[in-house]
């Protein structure tokens, strides 16, 4: 994704100069931000049960718009074995990047309170100190496509 964005910035430029210019593009239909900046500023993704590499992946973009997601109900989730999950593809994280992608970007995108959510979190959710334990073995009948990825 990374990728098509540069070569989206790139046609982008070349709207004014170089041979896409040449055809002449008004300046008034020219867009003036480059794509990737409208995708920086419009776009959330929703990271439905990520595998470790795409987890790691996850970074590259720019976790600042990513939000995590177990897919439940639907039979691909990793339900009931979202903990599990989460120490897979996220153990290596650090506390604030958990925070972002579980909690904070999703509060920000639905206006989430999350200090009123805080006592319930503390009771239901995962611990930081749990998510960053690795999973040794992956549950055998755990058949989301989150624990079959690399």
Known sequence: MLEDLRRMD????????????????SADIVLP??????FARNVWIGASFPSPSEADAMKKVGIERMMWGSDYPHNEST??????????SFSGWDEADLRKVFAENA????RIDL???APLAE????S???VATPLDE?????FSPAFTRP
């Open 79 to 88: 339900f009931p074995y979202n903990r599990d999950h989460l120490r897979r």
């Open 123 to 126: 009771r239901i959710g995962p």
């Open 107 to 110: 509060a920000e995108v639905y």
């Open 128 to 130: 930081v100190d749990e």
């Open 138 to 142: 992956v549950p055998k009948d755990a």
């Open 10 to 25: 790139g046609y982008h430029a070349q709207m004014a100069s170089g041979r896409v210019g040449e055809l002449g593009f």
């Open 115 to 117: 200090d009123a959510l």
């Open 33 to 38: 931000d480059r794509p990737s900046e409208y």
